[in-house]
């Protein structure tokens, strides 16, 4: 039993039916005893809807509002996926960086990762639980 972390970017995710096929690639790696991962960016192009959102509000927006603003796009993402999941009578947890805690240097736009607090993903995968979390930067 090893531990898997699966990436799926903004298009692989971007409707309800690719979603059911990203499902099927986490229950893949489940189901071969794997502990899972997963890393998501928001479906299709809600990170560029939210970033033409905020240039209505203003052309220079605080970096951490940024960063808070366009990572809701992905925690929806996780959030569809856990559901989907747990429908499908797997059991699975979103996470965001905040809740495992990922702590970052203050270099908002393009934060360093200091340190993860592994022990909360490891528990869960004790219980068997899929994780999943979103990233917060774009790339």
Same mark, same amino acid.
């Given at each position: ?19 059911? *096929?990203? !499902? ?30 905020? #240039? ?34 797997? #059991? ?19 934060? #360093?990762? *200091? ?15 899929? !994780?999943?979390? !979103? ?5």
């Amino acid at each position: 039993m090893g531990i898997i972390v699966q990436k799926f970017g903004g298009s692989s995710v971007a409707t309800t039916e690719k979603l059911k *096929k990203v !499902c099927n690639h986490i229950i893949k790696e489940y189901e071969r005893k794997n502990n899972v991962a997963v890393i998501v960016s928001a479906q299709g192009k809600t990170t560029d809807r939210l970033i033409t959102e905020e #240039k209505e509000i203003t052309s220079s927006p605080n970096k951490r509002e940024h960063d808070v603003l366009v990572s809701t796009g992905e925690q929806i993402t996780i959030s569809k996926l856990a559901i989907m999941l747990n429908e499908m009578g797997y #059991k699975a947890i979103s996470l965001t960086g905040w809740q495992i805690p990922i702590i970052t240097d203050e270099n908002f736009g393009n934060a #360093k990762i *200091k340190s993860i607090r592994a022990k909360t993903i490891l528990d869960l995968f004790e219980k068997r639980l899929y !994780c999943y979390y !979103c990233r917060f930067s774009r790339n």
